[in-house]
């Protein structure tokens, strides 16, 4: 019984290949020439920038994974925080998942995927035709995710696979057919009084490193997670790392960081059109949709599961209803329609701030994923008091790591607060917040 019910598990492979799958999304095909920029040219500092700003995900894989190892409980950060700190930090993780960072990151996502399905098919929506098609990609991948979960995970490999290729393929090239001159001539060429002004490119790049806490919401759905999950937040994010700087220095050498800068965001579309003619560019721009797909699929795939794993805690209204599984589907139905639902309401929010242009070129994503980075110092924090009891080995486990973790929430605190609209979305997210504090205190009198 036990090996049948295995068989609709994730191995090892599914996991990393979700983590890279929703970490990876359109951002490291154009952001190449915004770092060349912010570098004045220089590749060296350009590798740096990707380095510093992998901070944030190495380091917090890395600490996460010792409390990963602790337990095989469902629902991720969640367990973590009501194991290890208190069920009133569970519930804060749980609620700001379900009703900010997932939940928005779907409607702003599924937005940026209609955007590409327009590029593909040559269309030219309206803003309120841009809203409907966004709601039907969003629908078909919550349907998906809820009634054929097995489909889900097997396309999230697949995007996963599939949006590396393109990125290998001119990593690849781009040192066979590269001027390596253009590695040495850049070289420290910053001028005075900018020697810092590359700090600036850490921001965006570290957005693109959002999305490696996804696997940790779906412990219960992993085969032998105790195992595969640390290994999985361990390894994918050095995956990740190895496949950026190869593809940032590879297309530096082919394309050349002047021109590079020159282009902007053409630049990929430059390259490919070189290297593999006419039909290539179209052929990146099919890649870069399904890149975003395969990000927008698992973040799906852990919003639906939210408020099961809640209510299996009682930490969300109506828990009798949501804790539920559906045995023919073999998934938390009401749990995954709520998720869709409250997914559709971001969407309409992401809709008026593009219409009447609210946060200007920031997003209501971007606050939401810096103030989650600070919620994980308290699991950063913890994993150092276990150290210090004990109950976690190794100085560079139990110390180096966690320390390093919080220093790139610091690093993603100081790109958030260059936004000028930083405190709007902040306020939203601390009302979250004390709302799941509020819901506890009073859910947990009834206990």
């Known amino acids: 019984m036990s090996n049948r019910d295995d068989t609709k598990k994730f191995g090892l492979f ?68 009501t194991n290890e700190i208190s069920p009133y930090a569970g519930c804060v993780f749980g ?92 070289t420290g060429q910053i001028v005075e009084g900018q020697k810092l002004g590359w700090f600036s490119a850490i921001c965006p790049i570290a957005f693109a490193y959002e999305g490696w806490i996804v696997a940790t919401t779906l412990t219960h759905k992993i085969k032998n997670p105790a195992q595969n999950l640390p290994i999985a937040l361990i390894l994918s994010p050095l995956v990740i790392l190895v496949v950026y700087i190869a593809y940032f220095v590879g297309i530096s050498l082919y394309v050349g960081p002047e021109q590079m800068m020159a282009m902007g965001e053409s630049h990929m579309l430059y390259a490919a059109t070189n290297l593999f003619g006419a039909f290539g560019g179209k052929l ?48 938390p139905v009401a749990s995954g329609l709520l998720g869709f639902f409250v997914s559709c309401i971001w969407l309409i929010l992401n809709y008026i701030d593009k219409k009447y242009q609210i946060l200007g070129n920031s997003d209501i994503c971007e606050v939401v994923v810096v103030v989650h980075y600070l919620l994980c110092i308290m699991l950063y924090v913890k994993v150092i008091q276990l150290t210090k009891n004990k109950e976690i080995e190794g100085v560079f486990k139990g110390y180096i790591a966690p320390i390093m973790a919080i220093v790139g929430s610091g690093v993603m605190l100081f790109g958030g607060l260059q936004s000028p609209t930083f405190i709007y979305m902040f306020v939203v997210c601390i009302l979250v917040i004390l709302s799941a504090l509020l819901f506890w205190s009073k859910a947990s009198k009834k206990i």
């Open 14 to 81: 599914t996991v990393v290949m979700m983590i890279v799958g929703v970490v990876i999304g359109s951002g490291i095909f154009f952001k190449s020439s915004t770092i060349l920029v912010a570098t004045n040219g220089s590749i060296i500092l350009g590798i740096a920038v990707f380095c510093v700003a992998a901070i944030s995900i190495i380091f917090g894989s890395l600490t996460i994974a010792q409390l990963a190892a602790r337990t095989e409980e469902t629902g991720g950060l969640i367990s973590y925080a």
């Open 95 to 186: 609620w700001y998942h379900f009703f900010l960072a997932y939940s928005a990151t779907v409607g702003v996502v599924g937005w940026i995927a209609t955007i590409y399905i327009e590029s593909v098919f040559g269309l030219d929506f309206s803003l309120e035709q841009r809203l409907l098609a966004t709601f039907l990609v969003i629908t078909v991948c919550c349907l998906i995710n809820i009634f054929a979960s097995k489909v889900a995970s097997l396309f999230q490999t697949s995007a996963a696979i599939i949006k590396l290729i393109p990125l290998i393929l001119i990593a690849i090239l781009g040192f066979v057919f590269g001027d390596f001159d253009n590695f040495a001539t850049t």
């Open 284 to 331: 990146v721009v099919v890649a870069v949709l399904i890149s975003v797909l395969g990000t927008l699929n698992g973040n799906t795939m852990a919003l639906v599961q939210l408020p099961y794993s809640l209510s299996l805690r009682g930490m969300f209204p109506k828990s009798d209803k949501f804790s539920k599984i559906n045995k023919k589907f073999d998934s």
